[in-house]
């Protein structure tokens, strides 16, 4: 009965505290850049977000870290907050705060679990708010300029829907990758063409088909993914090759230079508001209240709103936790590479080219995948599947089949031989290569041993079972890295 508690507190309700917290998250953050807020008068949104946050520390209190990396990490983005609070001020609603409290605090939640319920809750939310626009419901502001009409679609400006709808469709190529079929590009496709014709936001719908079109193309290359390690170490690179260009850009912009004038125009007058922004407000070493205006529109002098997320992270933010962020999202991009998950680190490198000339990725609801840091920073070595590493999910008559650590449950149908076949065949296209099996090693009885091995077969139930189709059994979390650690 204690093994039982124990095991229900570090999996069942750990898990249960995140998706609660998250989901109200997603709601409040959401719903707020919609007409419903400036109709309805959303006064309980802060509140809840307290209680997103509360939800989360009873989820750290019942799950403390237990490796020195956790503690660092942890306290390292304690301190961050206590920096944002007393320099800021403003720490409930910040993105970068929810951004720090979510790469936390989901380290031990499977990344792909979070991938279904945003995908769910989102479009939910995205439906009811572009339908509430037309029905007359929420306002649905029209911008009639000439050269660029707009609809809003019920959000605030005209750009939220469009990039919303770009963070589900790039969680749909991710969680389906390479069984990404006809069915899939039937939806996003006219949807994404929908959303761009009433809007005409056209980076997001612009990176969308990019995405979408990668992942269709990945499913038929012979490329060897080991033989494109240049084009994932720019992919590793890419946010500080960006964030770089931004920088030089905006320092560099000289109206009377025709090709500055020209670029500047396709750019919607970015680069001269990110030049008047570095050369009068500047940058400094820590973080500091840096109020933006939009009264009176982009042509309204008094306007001074940055687009580029690398310029406004770098001036709001300083120097010195500018670097440590870039660092840390490097770092895990370079994880994410290791583990071969590619599909994760082609779709966090469109996001980092959205983030030149769009800040609204800095916001957990327009990027899911700052979520996907938290596993990839604080996966050990053991957990080498790591983004599921950590809630593992394996049916308990195929592990001890496997391993030989009991006799398989009644009704299961899983044999030594026939899982040994199942993880020799062949990998997925975009990992080439062929693991030893487990079955070929001598087998051990030992917890830990076993524990290793369990961690090892997952990865090949996993694949085996995307390779045959087959359905998943019933099955639990007892193989979580938390319970593992006795």
């Known amino acids: 009965m204690k093994e039982e508690l124990k095991r229900f507190v570090n999996t069942d309700l750990n898990s249960w505290l995140f998706f609660i917290s998250y989901t109200v998250y997603l709601f409040v953050s959401i719903i707020n850049t919609s007409f419903f807020v400036v109709d309805y008068q959303f006064t309980m949104g802060t509140k809840l977000l307290i209680l997103s946050i509360l939800l989360l520390i009873c989820k750290e209190i019942i799950n403390t870290p237990r490796s020195t990396k956790e503690k660092l990490g942890v306290l390292l983005g304690f301190a961050f907050l206590l920096v944002i609070n007393f320099t800021i001020g403003d720490v409930v609603t910040d993105s970068v705060t929810w951004i720090v409290v979510f790469i936390i605090c989901a380290r031990d939640i499977d990344f792909e679990k979070v991938v279904k319920l945003t995908i769910v ?54 969680i389906r990758k390479e069984k990404l079929g006809k069915l899939e590009l039937l939806i996003l496709g006219p949807a994404n063409v929908a959303m761009f014709i009433m809007t005409n936001s ?15 193309l990945s499913q038929y290359r012979t490329i060897p993914a080991d033989k494109l390690k240049p084009l994932w170490m720019l992919m590793v690179a890419s946010p500080l090759i960006f964030g770089s260009i931004c920088l030089w850009a905006g320092y560099h912009y000289d109206p009377n230079v025709p090709r500055w004038a020209s670029l500047n125009a396709t750019l919607s007058g970015r680069l001269r508001l990110e030049y008047t922004s570095l050369t009068t407000r500047g940058i400094k070493w820590w973080p500091r209240a840096f109020p933006m205006s939009t009264d009176g529109g982009v042509f309204n002098p008094g306007y001074n709103f940055i687009d580029s997320l690398y310029i406004l992270v770098l001036q709001e933010y300083g120097i010195i936790f500018s670097i440590l962020f870039m660092v840390l999202v490097i770092y895990g991009l370079w994880k994410m590479y290791q583990r071969e998950e590619y599909y994760l680190l082609f779709v966090s490198s469109a996001y980092a080219l959205f ?41 308990i008559s195929e592990i001890e ?86």
């Not at 719908?205 to 992942?215: E, G, K, S």
């Not at 609801?365 to 394996?394: P, Q, S």
């Open 121 to 174: 809750v989102s479009s939910i939310l995205l439906a009811v708010i572009v339908f509430s626009s037309f029905a007359g419901i929420i306002q649905n502001h029209f911008d009639s300029y000439v050269a660029r009409p707009r609809h809003w679609v019920g959000f605030r400006y005209a750009s939220f829907g469009p990039t919303l709808l770009f963070n589900i469709s790039a969680l749909v190529v991710y």
């Open 202 to 216: 056209r980076l997001p719908f612009y990176l969308t088909i990019l995405v979408l079109v990668f992942a269709y």
């Open 355 to 395: 983030a030149i000339i769009d800040q609204l990725i800095l916001g957990i609801n327009y990027n899911t995948f700052w979520l996907a840091l938290g596993v990839a920073l604080f996966a050990t070595e053991h957990d080498k599947d790591f983004l599921t590493a950590n809630t593992r999910h394996i049916p």
């Open 401 to 486: 089949s496997i391993i030989g650590s009991a006799p398989a449950r009644p009704g299961g149908t899983a044999t030594r031989s026939s899982a040994s076949q199942r993880a020799q065949m062949q990998r997925t296209p975009l990992k080439p290569y062929t693991r030893q099996t487990t079955a070929s090693r001598p087998v051990s009885r030992s917890s830990s041993d076993t524990s290793n091995q369990a961690a090892e077969i997952a990865r090949q139930l996993r694949q085996s079972r995307r390779t045959q189709n087959s359905p998943y059994e019933k099955t639990t979390n007892r193989n979580t890295r938390r319970y593992r650690r006795r």
